[in-house]
């Protein structure tokens, strides 16, 4: 089946620094992705929608100059938060979707645990 | 705005005993449900996708049912055992152009030998 990586699978950085994360669909084009936080006990929220080649999409209280997203190609989204600090420490998951005449299914990645200390 | 709500928040029962998880939406306008597991510290496992117009959706010893008007959908999970313990997040595909999910809450399941 259909499988999206993300990479690293956990990261721990310093306030003030800046972490990148990877979401690959590894033998798929993705249409679109979609980038998820989940915090301890809670469930997942949408941050952001993006497609290839254009701006992402942010939901609301989302802050764009905070998390960057990068979509540079049908296989590669990247998820940059600038200047971390403590609150951001959380789960993210990103989500990338195929869509066809006869298709349109999401597959989620595994996720990308963040510790901000 | 759709909100999904996940009925109860946990769940304790013994090793044998059948599990029944409920999830609520409040716009019927949906263009699929999911179930997923999600085991601590890892993400989503995908039990069961139901598309709008079906009204279950079958594997194993896992049932999930489909309501649109009422804006519900159940987890049965038949004969449940300690592997069963986890959170199960049920998500509602919107009809947006985009594809976006609105996920619930979860609840946690703890199945005791």
């Known amino acids: 089946g259909a499988v999206v990586s993300q990479h690293p699978s956990w990261v721990i950085c310093k306030s003030g620094t800046s972490v990148k994360i990877e979401c690959r669909s590894l033998d798929f084009q993705a249409t679109t992705m979609f980038w998820y936080r989940q915090f301890p006990k809670q469930s997942l929220m949408l941050m952001a929608t993006?497609?290839?080649?254009?701006?992402?999409?942010?939901e609301q209280g989302v802050e764009k100059d905070k998390f960057l997203i990068n979509h540079a190609s049908l296989t590669l989204s990247t998820l940059t938060v600038t200047s971390a600090h403590p609150e951001d420490s959380s789960f993210y998951i990103c989500?990338?979707?195929?869509?066809?005449?006869?298709?349109?299914?999401?597959?989620f990645g595994p996720g990308t645990r963040l510790t901000v200390l | 705005k759709q909100e999904v709500t996940q009925i109860p928040a946990a769940l304790s029962v013994p090793e044998g005993e059948n599990l029944v998880l409920n999830c609520s939406f409040t716009?019927?306008?949906?263009?699929?449900l999911q179930w997923f597991r999600q085991d601590p510290g890892k993400g989503l496992t995908s039990l069961l996708l139901?598309?709008?117009?079906?009204r279950e959706q079958t594997s194993g010893r896992l049932n999930a049912s489909l309501d649109k008007s009422s804006g519900r959908s159940t987890l049965y999970i038949a004969a449940s055992q300690p592997g069963d313990s986890a959170t199960y997040l049920c998500?509602?595909?919107?009809?947006?152009?985009?594809?976006?999910?609105?996920f619930g809450a979860g609840t946690q399941v703890v199945v005791t030998p």
């Open positions: 993006s497609n290839e080649g254009s701006k992402a999409t942010y």
């Open positions: 998500a509602v595909r919107l009809t947006d152009s985009w594809g976006k999910f609105q």
């Open positions: 989500s990338a979707r195929t869509s066809g005449p006869s298709t349109d299914t999401q597959y």
């Open positions: 139901i598309q709008s117009s079906q």
């Open positions: 716009d019927s306008a949906i263009y699929n």
